[in-house]
């Protein structure tokens, strides 16, 4: 069964960075689709970033940013301790929510990027940004 942990989370002030990891385990072939979602309170779950890991994937090493997050946040991945990074940058208030990782394994095209699209999760990390 697919477990994901994420970690890194916390509390920050505003222009801060934070580096979110995900350490993936129990497949038995990297996840051709990961990324990071988030949810603050009150609002619908959204796309921040995600990636096409090149494992049965389409556009291998492709990438999606959310509009909000271009320029400011990187998505990485370590294949070798199977781990996905986000690195936030110039962190801003509005960027506060519950950070999620999240893999899928099927075919898609384009990149996925959207949380009906992935079907496994972690549990989530604090990000907290104030100004």
């Known amino acids: 069964q697919v477990q994901l942990v994420e970690s890194g989370g916390g509390s920050v002030q505003a222009g801060g960075s934070l580096r979110l990891s995900c350490a993936a385990s129990?497949?038995?072939?990297?996840?051709?689709?990961m990324g990071w979602f988030r949810q603050a309170p009150g609002k619908e779950r959204e796309g921040v970033a995600t990636i096409s890991t090149g494992f049965f994937s389409t556009g291998a090493g492709s990438t999606y940013y959310a509009d909000s997050v271009k320029g400011r946040f990187t998505i990485s991945q370590d294949n070798a301790k199977n781990t996905l990074y986000l690195q936030m940058n110039s962190l801003k208030p509005e960027d506060t929510a519950m950070y999620y990782c999240?893999?899928?394994?099927?075919?898609?095209?384009?990149?996925?990027?959207?949380?009906?699209?992935?079907?496994?999760w972690g549990q989530g990390t604090q990000v907290t940004v104030s100004s």
């Open positions: 999240a893999a899928d394994f099927r075919r898609w095209f384009p990149l996925p990027h959207t949380p009906n699209q992935y079907n496994y």
């Open positions: 129990g497949y038995t072939y990297w996840p051709s689709y």
